[in-house]
């Protein structure tokens, strides 16, 4: 089921065949009819993440890169909505002419051909199958496995079966009756797992593995136990402990070539030594996709609370992140006094956006470190606008069609635009630094890329009504029209951006916007205490 962890599971699992010296990459199996994760809103699948190419993916790629440290493409997810567009296209293409175009064979074969094309390159491909099975949507997916696997071998082909062990807490039991009638479903589809790994909060101890290996017919050292951890950085070393990448290389009768985790050790040790660290900063993140009737959902926002930890881990600091509910405009200002350092990421619509730029105010005044991604650098114009330059309805026509002072607005190009799926600026795009400012310092580099999604853009009809006080203009695209980064040269860390940094950071390589943002609010923790 969603949520269980098969993302990280599939992750951890190309971590340590990456580890072992071969080339590989993870590919996303969503079962839903959706073309594409982009026109699905934030609570109800987590957040959208963004590829190099500009694919607006599954959060679940967002760990694949991080795990792997490498870019994975747009075809590393596959839709329903993707592999029928591309069948039901290629028959009004009459490449089909005279036959009828049937789910078995015609739209299994697209699927296999997408699996090897997408790992045509590399040595090994981590295929994770979203949903449960059992499920409607993922037939086809499942019976496309079973066809590969029944062409080629059990040494070309590895099945891993993610299961869930509940904890019943009346009796304080682990059950593994889920896991039996889960793989006895995925039997009926025609697939018989080689691996199980068994997710609980708990380890799997020795009688329930022997449960599970009797049962569901896989041998005892191939049940693997992955129980809750501090860190999912960590599950790559709880496999490892249970040999899982020698396991598999064992079944492809391939030879390690490599062992070396040391980097990620070290940076798990920094990770483990930052919680007892004196260095202590509070993180506020405001934000609206924040629950879902009675429940948060804290993946909304994932990449962004994973460049955090990756920039604390590596500066060695405690931190903690506070969740500020923009919609509640006047407890979300009281909350910001509070913080050390506060990050406005990115969103779409009209709600909560009030609490957003009392909060930045907040942060301007105040000289709290402050960090816009995306919308947080459109607000941040917006209030500057409003509140610095007299011009008091300013706005953006995402918020207000009819504002005066259209500081934020669609460029030309965009107002054609009719269709949501896919039509947003998306992907990496190049900016140009400008010198002497804090932006350029912290990246170290005058032409840097991030990645993009967003429609609306700072009115270059403003730009140089804006560009005062304190206001900077820190980075723009290379044809200087449009404005990429902004900061204000009387603050200790007030910058924005209309990219997403917080794609690229990675665990091994924290980035550089999310580390200056903590050390400044470690200066200000000091300063509170
Ligand atoms: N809604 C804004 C836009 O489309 C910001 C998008 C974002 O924050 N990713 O431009």
Same mark, same amino acid.
């Given at each position: 089921m969603s949520g269980l962890g098969k993302g990280v599971t599939a992750s951890s699992i190309a971590k340590l065949i990456k580890e072992k010296g071969y080339k590989v990459s993870c590919l996303k199996i969503d079962p839903?009819?959706?073309?594409?994760?982009?026109?699905?809103?934030p609570t109800e699948h987590g957040e959208v993440f963004v590829t190099e190419d500009g694919g607006e993916i599954d959060q679940d790629l967002g760990n694949y890169e991080r795990f792997l440290n490498k870019n994975h493409r747009k075809e590393h997810n596959l839709t329903t909505g993707k592999i029928y567009q591309k069948l039901i296209n290629k028959e009004r293409k009459g490449e089909y002419l005279g036959k009828t175009v049937q789910i078995i064979p015609h739209l299994i074969e697209e699927i296999i051909e997408h699996i090897e094309k997408t790992g045509e390159k590399e040595d090994f491909l981590v295929i994770e199958i979203g949903g449960t099975v059992g499920d409607y949507e993922n037939i086809p997916f499942l019976e496309a496995a079973r066809q590969m696997r029944r062409e080629k071998s059990h040494s070309e082909v590895v099945f891993i079966h993610v299961t869930y062990l509940p904890i019943i807490s009346a009796i304080g039991e682990q059950k593994t009756k889920p896991t039996q009638h889960s793989v006895k479903e995925l039997r009926s589809e025609g697939i018989i797992p080689d691996f199980i790994v068994g997710r609980s909060e708990k380890p799997l101890d020795e009688p329930r593995k022997e449960k599970i290996s009797l049962f569901c017919d896989v041998k005892k050292e191939k049940v693997i136990s992955a129980p809750n951890v501090d860190n999912i950085y960590k599950i790559p070393v709880k496999f490892k402990e249970q040999k899982l990448g020698d396991k598999i290389l064992n079944q492809t009768k391939l030879k390690e070539k490599n062992s070396d985790l040391q980097n990620w050790m070290s940076m798990l040790e920094k990770m483990d030594k930052s919680k007892d660290s004196e260095k202590e900063v509070k993180i506020g993140l405001v934000g609206k996709y924040i629950s879902s009737g009675d429940f948060s959902v804290r993946d909304s926002y994932i990449s962004v609370t994973e460049a955090v930890k990756h920039a604390a881990g590596e500066l060695e600091t405690n931190y903690s992140i506070k969740w500020i509910d923009s919609t509640d405009s006047e407890k979300a200002k009281k909350e910001i006094d509070e913080m050390d350092s506060v990050i406005i990421p990115g969103g779409f619509g009209t709600s909560g956006i009030k609490g957003k730029i009392e909060a930045i105010k907040k942060c301007r005044e105040d000289k709290i470190p402050f960090l816009g991604l995306c919308l947080g650098l459109q607000l941040a114009v917006i209030e500057h606008a409003r +509140?610095?330059?007299? &011009?008091?309805?300013?706005?953006s026509t995402e918020i207000d069609e009819d504002t005066p002072h259209p500081v934020i607005c669609l460029l030309e190009e965009q107002k054609?635009?009719?269709?949501?799926? +896919?039509?947003?600026? &998306?992907g990496s795009y190049p900016a140009i630094l400008k010198k002497n400012t804090k932006t350029k310092n912290l990246y170290g580099e005058k032409r840097i890329n991030e990645r993009h999604r967003h429609r609306?853009?700072?009115n270059p009809e403003y730009h140089n009504k804006l560009e005062k006080n304190s206001m900077v203009f820190s980075g723009k695209s290379p044809d200087g029209k449009l404005i990429e980064f902004i900061e204000r040269n009387n603050h200790p860390f007030f910058i924005a951006t209309q990219s997403h940094p917080e794609f690229k950071s990675r665990p091994e390589k924290p980035h550089p916007l999310f580390k200056g943002l903590i050390e400044k609010g470690i200066d200000r923790a000091e300063k509170r205490n």
């Open positions: 839903y009819v959706n073309v594409d994760a982009g026109t699905i809103r +509140n610095e330059l007299s &011009l008091k309805k300013a706005n054609e635009i009719e269709n949501k799926g +896919n039509t947003m600026r &998306l609306y853009e700072v």
